[in-house]
Nanobody, 132 residues
Framework: QVQLAESGGGSVQAGGSLRLSCAASGDILSRPCMGWFRQAPGKEREGVAAGARVGALTFIADSVTGRFTISQDNAGRWTDLQMNSLKPEDTGIYYC?????????????????????????WGQGTQVTVSS
């Protein structure tokens, strides 16, 4: 079993920054892929960033490239999401995610379309609100 706990959400004005953190515990072999999804009201959950521990690969969605950065430790104990130059459209609930999938599927999390079905474990979510 894997437990994920997010922290760091909040409210910020457009152009501001926030850093989200996710602490992971439990079976490390069950989570070679960890990342972040977000869900805005009335919209599907979408992947914004992912990291594959094997090869230390990271993936960022086109919609946040250049503004968001994912970091993680090699032991799979945490993953952080640094969000800069935030926009109102970044508002939503952000979820930490983990899965026992290869790097190719991990990278697919940030591609357009429904990707949440390959996630095995979810955090409880943290609200991010960006005002204009």
């Amino acid at each position: 079993q894997v437990q994920l706990a997010e922290s760091g959400g909040g409210s910020v004005q457009a152009g501001g920054s926030l850093r989200l953190s996710c602490a992971a515990s439990g079976d490390i072999l069950s989570r070679p892929c960890m990342g972040w999804f977000r869900q805005a009201p009335g919209k599907e959950r979408e992947g914004v960033a992912a990291g594959a521990r094997v090869g230390a690969l990271t993936f960022i969605a086109d919609s946040v490239t250049g503004r968001f950065t994912i970091s993680q430790d090699n032991a799979g104990r945490w993953t952080d999401l640094q969000m800069n130059s935030l926009k109102p459209e970044d508002t939503g609930i952000y979820y930490c995610a983990a899965a026992r999938v290869p790097a190719s599927e991990c990278g697919a999390w940030v591609e357009p379309g429904p990707r949440a079905s390959t996630v095995n474990y979810w955090g409880q979510g943290t609200q991010v609100t960006v005002s204009s």
